[in-house]
């Protein structure tokens, strides 16, 4: 049964599958609308520096043909063939794009999806509708990118602009069209590993209706095969990215080039032998470098008055106050440098939006980003930890209910939360602690609820009871997360996950998180003070954590 996603989630593609071969159906439609669906293959760093992994209707494959143009088939306005295990080590990332050819946007889409497929069965797809876009012209669908292991994203993120924008968005550069001659074509020898018109598909092909059983390759029922491919001239994608050379801005000068040894001296004839400058008494001195002359006229050469007061000797080979004389650096003297908006850009650089695509995404140790949109779940954060937010977005408050509060006074796990929802992105921090979403695929993780900064709505959350003796009230409290979603942790300081051990202790004002499947109790190598209950220190309460291998527990430098 094909595994749902929703926009944000995530999952590595060993969850999904255990094949690396696989099939990526796009399906999307719209009243009067064509789209270009493509695919782009982009380094670690999110950008297309190889034009070649560009896969769209002009350039079908990659050149190990690990990426695959299929055409539309089985239900699907367009099809891919990814061999992850063919993937050269420079691409990180494949982006999966829609985009509008020609009038329109993307809010007038009828539903759609995008699904993988593998072993000759569905096990993901990520559905998708008009409402959840309005004037956008492309849409970043989904993503296949490698963190450890190979995984899978639901984006769902809207871009403005079209192909082209979308294009220099991830790195590349748009060549000036040439007509074709003829429309590109999909292979007519295609491989036997296209989904055949058959009951079961191959490894990674898409279902298809049943029909009767075929030898080697053979296109959806009702479909026609491709013809042989006509050779289509260099196009808007095809042409390699070519960096243009360094020009010099006009009216400027180049450095000037360090003279020879053997030359000259500037103004004598090749070959002649000049005398000593009057004055310098040296002759064998370089010209300019010899002793300064005692009568007040300045030495030949300068033929300037001399100049101001508190300038001082001018370095051999400047001119004070001679105009147009070029600087060391081909600028006019006196000129500022790096003074204008291009300096300033170039100084904040550094500290730009990072490239997002994904619902939660850490601009910085200290910020998060988080993108709402329709039919996404709302978030709720820790209240007053706004710190930006751009498009429609509503806060209000999110109690607990007089029960919970009840609950929340008497654990000391009591959040005071907020209710993000609309249509836009919300920036989040907290006093500068470091931040880390932490991806839950229905597995759950214990973490103090001091410790939560935001997560989604649609994760299951509960005080944990901690069994102790000898502490009042007979337990220590945390909170437990459960579902699908993200919670962000924050952390004072650079944290440390430690597997653990049956001999694993930690004190319970260090210690952060730890998996659910732990357990927890209060060390009985530590005799309790009185005031070691929620609400106070507990300095002398510690944890020892016990549970198979695999579990493991996060802790701070900081106590709080």
């Known amino acids: 049964m094909a595994r749902e996603f929703q926009r944000g989630h995530k999952a590595r593609i060993s969850d999904l599958t255990a094949g690396t071969d696989l099939y990526v159906g796009v399906q999307i439609t719209g009243p009067g609308l064509t789209f270009d669906i493509s695919c782009f293959g982009l380094d670690a760093d999110e950008r297309l520096t190889d034009d070649r992994y560009f896969v769209f209707f002009n350039q079908p494959k990659s050149p190990e043909e690990s990426i695959q143009l299929l055409g539309a088939q089985a239900g699907d306005s367009e099809s891919f063939r990814v061999t992850l295990d063919r993937i050269p080590a420079n691409i990180q990332k494949l982006s999966f ?211 101001p007061p508190g300038y001082g000797q001018q370095p051999p080979g400047q001119f004070p106050g001679q105009q147009g004389a070029p600087s060391p650096y081909g600028a006019p003297q006196g000129v500022p440098q790096g003074g204008g908006a291009p300096g300033v850009a170039a100084a904040l650089s550094a500290f730009r939006e990072a490239p997002t695509g994904q619902r939660w995404t850490l601009q910085n140790k200290k910020l998060i980003r988080v993108d709402l949109g329709a039919g996404d779940q709302p978030v709720l954060a820790r209240q007053g930890s706004m710190v930006l937010y751009q498009g429609k977005v509503e806060f209000s408050y999110k109690g607990a209910g007089f029960a919970g509060r009840i609950v929340g006074n008497a654990t000391g796990q009591e959040m005071q939360l907020m209710r993000c929802t609309g249509r836009g992105q919300v920036f989040l921090a907290e006093e500068a602690t470091h931040l880390h979403p932490i991806e839950l695929q229905g597995d759950a993780i214990c973490v103090s609820a001091e410790n939560v900064l935001a997560f989604d709505e649609s994760l299951q959350h509960e005080v944990r009871r901690i069994e102790g003796h000898g502490i009042p009230g007979g337990a220590l409290f945390v909170m437990q997360f459960q579902g699908t979603g993200t919670v962000v942790v924050k952390t004072h300081g650079t944290p440390v996950v430690l597997p653990v051990t049956p001999t694993t202790f930690a004190d319970c004002n260090a210690v952060v998180a730890w998996s659910a499947a732990a357990q927890a109790i209060v060390s009985s190598q530590v005799r309790m003070r009185y005031n070691a209950y929620p609400g106070h220190s507990g300095e002398s309460v510690n944890l020892q954590f016990r549970g198979a291998p695999g579990n493991f527990i996060v802790v701070q430098p900081f106590e709080v």
């Open 97 to 307: 794009t829609a985009t509008i050819d020609g009038a329109g946007q993307m809010s007038q889409i009828a539903p759609g999806y995008v699904r993988i497929v593998a072993g000759g069965e569905e096990v993901a797809r990520y559905s998708f509708n008009g409402t959840e876009f309005s004037t956008e012209r492309a849409v970043m669908l989904g993503d296949f990118y490698l963190k450890d292991v190979w995984r899978f994203a639901a984006v769902g993120q809207g871009f403005d602009g079209g192909l082209d924008a979308l294009l220099k968005n991830f790195g590349g550069e748009v060549a000036e069209e040439e007509p074709a001659d003829a429309p590109p074509q999909q292979q007519s020898g295609a491989p036997s590993f296209a989904p055949p018109a058959q009951a079961t598909p191959p490894a990674f092909g898409a279902p298809a209706t049943p029909a009767p059983a075929q030898q080697g390759y053979a296109p959806p029922q009702g479909a026609t095969p491709p013809p042989a491919p006509a050779p289509a001239p260099p196009s808007v994608h095809a042409a390699p990215t070519i960096i243009a050379p360094l020009a010099t801005p006009p009216g400027t000068m180049q450095p000037p080039a360090a003279p020879s040894p053997h030359a000259p001296p500037i103004g004598q004839v090749p070959g002649q032998t000049a005398p000593p400058p009057p004055g310098y008494g040296q002759p064998t001195a370089p010209p300019g470098y010899g002793q300064q002359p005692q009568a007040p006229t300045p030495p030949p050469g300068y033929g300037q008055p001399a100049p």
